[in-house]
Structures are given as structure tokens and as C-alpha cells.
């Protein structure tokens, strides 16, 4: 159980390393002009996309569906923070999904966002970590 919970967390701290830092590589990419540093910044958000935050991701709803099917469903069922904490990680896939359509923008040279809007949008994982940890941890109802 307390491997499951470690890789759980280990494979969530992955991801969000990812959610945190790809939006602002957007940001500098919505910022650059020149073609060198356009395919540069092409190659490391394909990098960080599908060779970090996507592995992460996938690894951490593995342990933390196999937690929830071996304890904790039967724990916490009818507890309302572990449905709000369910429910904010689907969010969380929006957001990862949102994440991949623009890297799919900036690879087609498409984008159609400033980087203040990506300065806005690197604020967002902060206020899911905040509110799944809080979720998770304290278990507020």
C-alpha cells in the first residue's frame, strides 16, 4: 500500500513538473521571432509533452486507480472529498488535453495566443495542486 501511495506520488510529481514548466515555454515560444529559436522551442515542448508529462500522468492514474481499487474506494466511497478530488483530476486531463492542442498550434506555426495569456495559463496547475493536496491530505468532508 505505501508503495502504491510513494509511486502515486512520485509519477503526480512528474506530471506536474511537466504542467508547470510546458506553459511557460509557451510562453517564451509566443515571445520569440526567429526561426531558430521557434524550432527549438518545438522540440522541447514535444519533449516534455510526450516524454515526461504524459508518462507521468498515465503512471500516476495507474497507482492511483490500482490505490483506489485495492483500499481506498471501499475507504472513502462515500466521502465528498475523494469524488471533488475525482473530479478535479478530470479537469486535470482538460487541461493536459488544452496543453497538447497547443503544442499542436505551435507546431503548425498556428498559435493564435499572446504570452501573457500563457502566463495565465501556467497559474492553473497551481490552483489544482492546491486543492487535490488539500483534498487528499486534510479530507475536509
Known sequence: MLWLKAL???FMVTWFAGLF???RLYVYHAMSDDETSNER????ERKLFFGIMTPGMIATFIFGF???GDYAWAMYSSSGWLHTKLTLLILLIVYHGFC????????HDKNKHSHVYFRWMNEVPVLFLVAIIILAVV???
Do not use: R, S
Not at 522551442?41 to 522541447?44: A, H, L, T
Not at 497538447?100 to 507546431?107: A, I, Q, R, T
Open 8 to 10: 502515486h506520488l512520485i
Open 21 to 23: 514548466y510546458l506553459p
Open 41 to 44: 522551442f518545438k522540440i522541447m
Open 66 to 68: 490500482w490505490m483506489l
Open 100 to 107: 497538447g492542442k497547443w503544442l499542436v498550434d505551435f507546431k
Open 139 to 141: 479530507k475536509p468532508f
